[in-house]
């Protein structure tokens, strides 16, 4: 194919992936980095059309090489800055373009005018540069369950990086040793390049959009809207995999249950929008006295419960203390007025007998009826303060 031929190529393919870009960022949630990278897109369409152009014209004038090489440098640019938006840094688009006036600019150097290995020698190291950045940046920032939906573009910016250093050892080789490349050749070879390069980008950065859209949606049925700790959903299924481990291991598990006391009197007192607000305000409070990796889940309207593992019994009662303390400590301000709230907290650990998760949370749950029963702002722990089905042991309990 010849080196024209493969440049309108190049073209239809970066205008294939603007409009791609557009047409997810219309469809998605719209995800600001999909502008950036329909626009580093356009670049690329851009400098494919000066190609095209110039290469009619037999001998390339140096304003369309000025031209296919600026907006390369910007599309490259464009490549970056979706990256860094898409991981929430500022996408810095004024420095892309300066950095594409001044590739323009570089071509009044009468250095740059003299032969294809000059212009080849300014620009790969600023595009392997921006190539790079890309690439390191999501191997930096993506973590967990993200990071696989990198991979692609990570790799795909390195062999694009990696294309033009051996591009430009080959180019330079044929001053040494003629013929080996001359400049046609290498055009063709960079026209390739860029087709392939444009063709897999459109997939990598739809790939790192719809995973991500996945991510958020599978976090969404997982999470409750109000407070943003767990659901019963992931409830289930966190307990369930932490109950199978316990057993298998012998790890230690116990579920922390609480319940505002008396909410229903805050409702019908304030109203349900100070409801709301009560319940945030005893989530975020609580969240600051439980460990970071204990998992938070709300299970009722106004119930919570905390799953913790490897933990002894005295550390959960420290933890579940702390947590009623917390409360009682800090009340809910509404126009300058506090409103007084309390939590009652039962206590419950995995013991031999259990057969499912179920099991501990139904003795906590007993626990914390056993606090209700007796004054509420307590503690009360399975085993200690009560016995099986709720019947008291002996009334000893920790808290007030
Ligand atoms: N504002 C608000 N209220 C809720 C929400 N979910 C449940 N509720 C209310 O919470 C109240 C719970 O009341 P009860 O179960 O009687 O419990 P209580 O008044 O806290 O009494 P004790 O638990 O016995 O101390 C009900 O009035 C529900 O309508 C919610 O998301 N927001």
Known sequence: MDAFTLVVATALAALTMAAGMGLLYLASARQACLVDWMLAAACFALSSVAAAIGLQLQALPLG???????????????????????????????????????????????????????????????????????????????????????????????????QLVVRLAIVGADGASPHLMHGQLSRTWGALAMLVYLSLATMCCALIVTHQQTLALRRASLTDVLTGWLNRRALHDIATREFRRGRRTGTALFFITFDIDHFKAINDRYGHGVGDAAICHVTALSARVLRGYDALFRIGGEEFAVLVVGEKLSGVCVIAERLREVVACAPLTVDGVPVPMTVSVGVAALNAQDHKWEDILRRADEALYHAKQHGRNRVSVHGRDLAEHGHPVRLQVVGT
Request: glycine share 10%; with cysteine; proline share 4%.
């Open 64 to 162: 369309f090489i000025a031209c296919v090489n600026a907006f390369h440098v910007a599309g490259q640019f464009g490549m970056l800055a979706g990256v860094r938006r898409h991981l929430r840094l500022a996408p810095h688009w004024g420095w892309g373009g300066l950095l594409a006036l001044g590739a323009l600019a570089v071509h009044a150097l009468p250095v740059m005018q003299s032969a294809h290995l000059v212009r080849l020698a300014v620009f790969v190291p600023v595009i392997c540069a921006l190539d790079v950045a890309s690439a390191w940046l999501l191997w930096r920032r993506g973590e967990g369950e993200v990071r696989a939906s990198y991979l692609p573009l990570i790799a795909l910016q390195l062999l694009s990086a990696l």
